[in-house]
């Protein structure tokens, strides 16, 4: 757990002051990923920087699994805090596995040690170790630079990792994917994580819970979930948007909502005339077709009325298949996409796991706005 107990900090240049912190109490549960948020200037950065010492508070307590920080030698805490920035902060001079070691030779960790390491932290961040080991930073893209850099934090295996914006600099595609490489990767490690973002989105997606900050003060310390339906006031209900009910939908999984029965399944193989009598039977107006376990598209009683063979011949490809961990955001920004009301959803192991439709989002979103039905 960490703990931040009447934290201020001020900065003084010359006769001039600066607040960047104001009074910060709250605390942070070990395991959860808290995501410090807020515009430009809020102290978002400041907090994190005082949290492994690299800067000092003016007044107030910072304490880690109970102990003050005040005590402990700042290169001590540092080694056992990983630390991730948005430029990934690689030594450009040094080889990828040379970066990822830099901890653990600081902690006296012998050769054999160290390599075995590298090896799992780079196969962990899907960089395969005898294709980049050997490599320098910058022959690598920027998507992988930023793997390396929380390899790197996760070198010594601390409990605590801090995150300074470490996917800003990406492209939005790759942002994405790092960003759902490190939750699967979280949801293994389950380490502590401080994660500084000015992107409600981020925040939202990637946050146990979310502290959010202006002009030094915490003004709303919840879940997102919280924060998205019960803004504490003006500022963060401006701050998260008015389309706050649509962000809502980032944060409810597929999961949570889909229909897991298989009461839809058209056989790959089947004749036509058999998943003509089914779907007839059934009354369905749209058939998952499934060759064994997995989804390989769809099919409609119209589609299989011109038909006289199997149903192969009737196939129409799926407009894209989701995953059960994926966000009702993302599927209802696909049905729009592809003019679809019912997708197809499959496991880890791309075997067919349900459907989700238009109508079950707009329940879960009524769900979570009940005042909208009014």
């Known amino acids: ?58 007044t107030g307590t910072i304490r880690i ?3 003050e920080i005040r005590g ?3 290169t001590k805490l540092r080694q056992g805090i990983g630390y991730v920035i948005q430029e990934t902060g690689l030594f450009p001079h040094k080889t990828i596995e040379d970066n990822i070691a830099v901890v653990p030779r600081l902690l006296g960790w012998d050769k054999d040690k160290i390599r075995s390491r590298t090896e799992v932290l780079l196969r962990m961040v899907r960089l395969d170790p005898e294709s980049y080991r050997h490599r320098f930073p910058a022959e690598l ?57 000015h992107d409600i989105h981020e925040a939202i997606k990637m946050g146990d819970k979310i502290a959010l900050f202006d002009k030094g003060k915490l003004i709303q310390y919840d879940t997102p979930e919280t924060i998205l339906i019960k803004p504490e006031n003006k500022f ?22 889909m229909n897991r029965s298989a009461g839809n399944l058209v056989q790959y193989p089947a004749p036509v005339s058999d998943a003509l009598k089914f779907m007839d039977e059934k009354n369905l107006n749209y058939g998952i077709v499934v060759n064994g376990t997995t989804p390989v598209g769809y099919v409609t ?48 192991n791309e075997n067919f796991a349900g459907t989700i439709t238009l109508n079950s989002i707009q329940k879960a979103l009524r769900k979570h706005y009940p005042e909208h039905d009014q």
């Open 72 to 74: 402990i030698d700042g």
């Open 65 to 67: 699994s109970g102990k």
């Open 301 to 348: 009683p119209e589609h299989l009325r011109h038909k006289n063979k199997i149903v192969k011949d009737a196939l129409e490809p799926l407009p894209v298949v989701i995953k059960t961990n994926d966000s009702l955001r993302d599927a209802l920004s696909y049905m729009l996409m592809h003019n679809h009301t019912t997708l197809a959803i499959v496991d880890d």
């Open 236 to 257: 963060v209900a401006n701050f998260v948007g008015a389309d706050r009910a649509l962000k809502v939908l980032g944060i409810i999984r597929v999961n949570d909502i």
């Open 1 to 58: 757990m960490i703990e931040y107990d009447s934290v201020t900090k001020v900065f003084k240049t010359g006769k001039t002051s600066v607040v960047a912190l104001d009074n910060i109490s709250f605390s942070i549960d070990q395991g959860n990923v808290v995501v410090l948020l807020g515009p430009s200037g809020c102290g978002k950065t400041t907090l994190l920087r005082l949290t492994n010492k690299l800067d000092s508070l003016t």
């Open 141 to 197: 893209s920027g998507g992988q630079q930023q793997r390396v850099g929380v390899a790197r934090a996760l070198a010594a295996d601390p409990e605590i990792l801090l995150m300074d914006e470490p996917f800003g600099a990406i492209d939005p595609i790759n942002r994405e994917k790092l960003q759902n490489e490190f939750l699967k990767l979280q949801a293994e490690l389950k380490k502590t994580v401080i994660f500084v973002s």
